[in-house]
């Protein structure tokens, strides 16, 4: 739980931030792995029963509606997912970020939930049997990532995914408070 200066629970980041350069453990890999297992159903169980109204809160002032914030779970690990793909098919491929706030006000993103909660199970049942596929080479595979001018291992990319789940997850938790 991360706390403001206030002490009070932030609510822009209610577990921390992520911490970049950390290094993974195959234990570590693995449970970040089943949190990335796990997520489908805990959104489709945490959201199944909203109301319209209840998808319209933002987590904060200024913030993401929960319905944003599930779309945005759905954009974002499309985009993980891809890059992860090119870099186990091509070595240390550059790839491109998005504007990330400017795809949650696209017209897309006022729609129901149900089509991003079916396009994150799918595509978490297929990332998880390709990430638990990896070997120690394959966890060790890169991308730069051109917006950040990093390049990224994607035993790194899992973890931060993980972690990324987490993070959107508490942030529907806080808005249906």
Same mark, same amino acid.
């Given at each position: 739980?991360? @706390?403001? *200066?206030?002490?009070? %629970?932030?609510?822009?980041?209610? !577990? ?17 792995? *089943? %949190? @990335?297992?796990?997520? #489908?159903?805990? @959104? ?5 029963? /909203?109301?319209? =109204?209840?998808?319209?809160? #933002? ?9 944003? %914030?599930?779309?945005? &779970? ?19 491929? #550059? !790839? *491109? ?13 006022? /729609?129901?939930?149900? #089509?991003? @909660?079916?396009?994150?199970?799918? /595509? ?9 596929? /990896? ?9 730069? $990532? =051109?917006?950040?001018? *990093?390049?990224?291992? &994607? ?6 995914? =993980?972690? $990324?789940?987490? $993070? $959107? ?5 806080? =808005?249906?408070?």
């Amino acid at each position: 739980m991360d @706390l403001d *200066k206030s002490g009070v %629970v932030s609510l822009k980041y209610p !577990i921390g931030d992520f911490e970049y350069g950390k290094k993974y453990s195959k234990t570590d890999t693995r449970s970040h792995i *089943k %949190v @990335l297992e796990k997520l #489908p159903q805990r @959104l489709k169980t945490l959201t199944s029963k /909203l109301t319209d =109204a209840q998808l319209d809160i #933002p987590y904060r002032q200024d913030g993401w509606t929960v319905r944003q %914030v599930v779309h945005h &779970i759905a954009d974002s690990h499309i985009n993980m997912f891809t890059r992860v793909r090119f870099a186990l098919t091509e070595e240390n491929p #550059p !790839i *491109k970020g998005y504007d990330e706030a400017s795809w949650a006000l696209l017209p897309d993103h006022l /729609l129901p939930i149900k #089509p991003s @909660l079916q396009i994150i199970e799918g /595509l978490h049942k297929r990332m998880v049997v390709l990430f638990r596929s /990896l070997d120690k080479e394959g966890l060790k595979k890169t991308y730069y $990532h =051109a917006g950040y001018k *990093k390049t990224f291992e &994607i035993q790194e990319v899992i973890a931060m995914y =993980a972690w $990324h789940s987490e $993070h $959107h997850f508490q942030h529907i938790i806080q =808005a249906l408070k």
